[in-house]
């Protein structure tokens, strides 16, 4: 037993190492948005609310990640209406390599669009608001890379089979875009916006819930680490040790 225990530490000395590996290929937080009771200065929310319906994003609890609140957007009522949650501008002029990370529940019918755009700072047309394009998506739900967007069939936990069906915690996935090609050396917002389509009922489900929201600069590719051991562990039952693990940690950040 004394063995497995020494496999266990060992195992979390690699664990530990990984960890302050992708640390230190992470970069510069730009953005850290973690939401307390209320909006962070600079954050806005587009309609105001409009009580008892069209309540459009408010922090909220309960459904949280790593504090108190997150950002809860409902769906609007009426076809065609949008409720946003838009950033401030983010100065990333001095970074080639931008990466967006954050997390969310997306209980929202496939009639209606959850969608995150970006938006460079400038005038014209070529600033306008634009969805991440697929290309940058780094995550694994099912339906982005075709519409460009959310709902609750990107993931088997969101219970698409039941509209009424309430999120919880344990229902939150992370994304991650890299928006290298799309936010380097540039002042850049993003909008986290619902759209209502046709479907007249879909705004009786529960929303898109986000937090945790991340925007990292570097100069250098920020990409995860990876590891690979590079021995086996014989029986830790019966034999006693010590026994010698060797793996190979690499950051994968050029």
């Not at 306008?128 to 990107?154: C, E, M, V």
């Not at 928006?179 to 759209?195: D, G, H, W």
């Not at 590891?227 to 006693?240: G, K, L, Y």
Request: proline share 5%.
């Amino acid at each position: 037993m004394r063995a497995f225990y020494y496999f266990k530490y060992m195992l979390s000395c690699l664990i530990l190492l990984c960890v302050a590996a992708e640390s230190s290929a992470q970069g510069t937080y730009v953005c850290n948005e973690a939401f307390k009771k209320s909006l962070t200065q600079g954050w806005s929310v587009a309609p105001a609310h409009r009580p008892p319906l069209d309540l459009t994003w408010c922090t909220d609890t309960g459904v949280v990640v790593s504090s108190k609140y997150a950002a809860h957007g409902y769906v609007p009522v009426n076809a065609g209406d949008t409720a946003e949650l838009v950033t401030p501008f983010f100065d990333c002029t001095n970074f080639q390599y931008v990466v967006l990370k954050f997390n969310h529940i997306c209980k929202v019918l496939p009639c209606d669009i959850c969608q995150i755009q970006y938006q460079q700072q400038g005038l014209g047309t070529q600033n306008a608001w634009k969805p991440i394009p697929n290309d940058a998506y780094q995550g694994n739900a099912a339906d982005y890379r075709t519409k460009l967007g959310f709902d609750h069939i990107s993931y088997s936990d969101w219970r698409a089979n039941d509209t009424f069906a309430k999120p919880s915690s344990s229902w939150y996935k992370e994304e991650i875009f890299d928006l290298s090609n799309y936010a380097s050396y540039a002042q850049v917002r993003f909008r986290f916006i619902i759209r209502k389509g046709s479907y007249t009922g879909s705004y009786v489900a529960n929303g898109w819930w986000i937090d945790d929201v991340q925007l990292f600069g570097s100069a250098y590719e920020l990409k995860q680490p990876v590891v690979a051991f590079t021995s086996t562990i014989p029986d830790t039952v019966t034999n006693t040790g010590p026994f010698v693990v060797n793996a190979k940690v690499a950051t994968r950040t050029v």
